[in-house]
């Protein structure tokens, strides 16, 4: 598996990492977690070093399901973990509200470090951007949590220019994790340009859409209410059924290619920038390995070019998040 440094840090990861998710949240139904133990195993068999998790994920039992499956083999992989929210008392999925006060920051990385069951975690991300907390506030606690050697790097996500800017002015930071794919591009206007003049690396979530760049969803698929799709606007049935004209586009380069639709969306993703991670999740070892071929794929700058200019003549429809989630986005 290829190796790629995360903006001018010095950490290296697989070029391919690996969502951990829906392994046990957001997209039910969920395997067993013995077969999700030995996915991760494979995953690591296969070169991949790079997974990603958050305490919200369950809450809680995603970290753990990491934590159990990664122990033995902690020193030849790169954990990425997420704090940002209060996550209801009794345990429940979903939360109360944001929280990215220092204190808490504090308290509830010790938390994610048992469950993870190591010492350091190596990027530290917060998940979602508060508003009621100063961004320099946020860094100067993970900062602290850095020199104190519970954490390695600092990391956003979905956070906009300016905060990105003024959090990295405190502590530099090592990567923003941001939702990129054919499917949505709205980082290539000012985040992308942003992260290189800064030397941050960029790790894309949700680089097939959800699952919808993998061609093995359309206009007829139902989701379980439990489903986090069911909630997105992306998702309906008459915006699926326009957006299939991406995923024939896929579908066309792919068989030329020898390959599938994933991949070439994958393949896409990483010829952007030699900074770009991507992440995508599954649940099943034939994806994971369909995941990793994309990085054997190359893609011709004429080719890239084809793809680029045929999804800028096709129009996306529907919103990718609910409202009441698109307004904790980009702050």
């Given at each position: ?100 006060r220092p204190e808490h920051i ?16 190596d990027i530290y991300y917060q ?149 770009i991670v991507p992440i995508p ?51």
């Open positions: 598996m290829e190796k790629r440094k995360l903006g001018n840090s010095n950490l290296e990861v697989s070029a391919i990492g690996l969502g951990c998710m829906g392994m046990n949240f957001s997209f039910p139904p969920f395997p067993e977690k013995k077969e999700m133990i030995y996915l991760l195993h494979k995953a690591v068999d296969m070169g991949e070093t790079f997974f990603d998790t958050a305490e919200v994920y369950g809450p809680f039992t995603n970290e753990e399901l990491v934590g159990e499956a990664l122990s033995s083999v902690r020193d030849k992989v790169v954990i990425a973990t997420k704090f940002g929210f209060n996550l209801n008392p009794d345990g429940s999925p979903g939360w109360t509200g944001l929280n990215s504090k308290q509830v990385v010790e938390a994610s470090l048992k469950r993870l069951k190591t010492d350091y975690i998940h979602r951007v508060d508003p009621e907390v100063p961004i320099e506030e946020v860094a100067g606690a993970v900062q602290d949590l850095i020199k104190a050697g519970k954490v390695k790097y600092f990391g956003l996500s979905e956070a906009g220019v300016q905060t990105i800017r003024r959090a990295h002015a405190v502590q530099p930071v090592t990567a923003l994790q941001s939702e990129y794919s054919l499917w949505w591009r709205e980082p290539e206007d000012e985040i992308l340009p942003t992260l290189e003049e800064l030397g941050i690396g960029f790790v894309p979530f949700s680089p097939l859409g959800r699952g919808f760049l993998t061609g093995t969803i359309n206009e007829n698929t139902t989701f379980d209410k439990t489903d986090f799709r069911s909630t997105v606007p992306r998702f309906t049935p008459e915006n699926l059924k326009a957006n299939q004209a991406v995923v024939d586009l896929l579908a066309q380069v792919a068989k030329r290619k020898n390959a599938t639709p994933a991949q070439i969306a994958l393949a896409w993703l990483l010829a952007q920038k030699p900074w999740g599954t649940t099943k070892l034939k994806r994971l390995e369909e995941n990793l071929g994309a990085a054997s794929i190359e893609l011709s700058s004429e080719e890239l070019l084809d793809i680029r200019t045929a999804v800028d003549n096709i129009e996306i429809a529907g919103n990718r998040y609910s409202e009441a989630t698109q307004k904790m986005i980009n702050r």
